[in-house]
């Protein structure tokens, strides 16, 4: 298997990754993979989240996100497999990352139905 490379995540600058985040796809993408927690792929991860967008427009989006430093690719035959650099980017950025785990939590908690008594 073979790994896209990433920036080193000392280059990495605040600009950067919220500009890649400001798109709407791109930052559902990262709260899913954030939700994922491993490798997987970028479309399919999105397809559970809603979001159906072209083959070119998912490689786009990825490449935004790689050479923002939030994500990492890994090659695996034809599929591209898409993992976050949760701990780099935490270190990099305290609590970014962290914010977004909770806030797509806290979605998830209140999306789920409710049982009455």
Do not use: N
């Given at each position: 298997?073979?790994?896209?490379?990433?920036?080193?995540?000392?280059?990495?600058?605040?600009?950067?990754?919220?500009?890649a985040?400001?798109?709407?796809?791109?930052?559902?993408?990262?709260?899913?993979?954030?939700?994922?927690?491993?490798?997987?792929?970028?479309?399919?991860?999105?397809?559970?989240?809603?979001?159906?967008?072209?083959?070119?427009?998912?490689?786009?989006?990825?490449?935004?996100?790689?050479?923002?430093?939030?994500?990492?690719?890994?090659?695996?035959?034809?599929r591209?497999?898409?993992?976050?650099?949760?701990?780099?980017?935490?270190?990099?950025?305290?609590?970014?990352?962290?914010?977004?785990r909770?806030?797509t939590?806290?979605?998830?908690?209140?999306?789920?139905?409710?049982?009455?008594?």
């Open positions: 298997m073979t790994e896209v490379i990433e920036p080193a995540i000392e280059t990495v600058t605040i600009d950067v990754v919220l500009s985040l400001a798109d709407p796809v791109r930052l559902t993408l990262v709260r899913a993979l954030v939700a994922a927690g491993d490798w997987t792929c970028g479309s399919d991860v999105l397809k559970e989240a809603g979001v159906t967008i072209g083959k070119s427009t998912v490689s786009h989006h990825i490449k935004v996100l790689r050479d923002a430093g939030l994500i990492r690719t890994r090659v695996d035959g034809i591209r497999l898409v993992t976050l650099r949760y701990d780099d980017v935490e270190q990099r950025f305290p609590g970014l990352l962290s914010m977004l909770e806030h939590s806290a979605r998830t908690a209140a999306a789920a139905p409710t049982s009455s008594a």
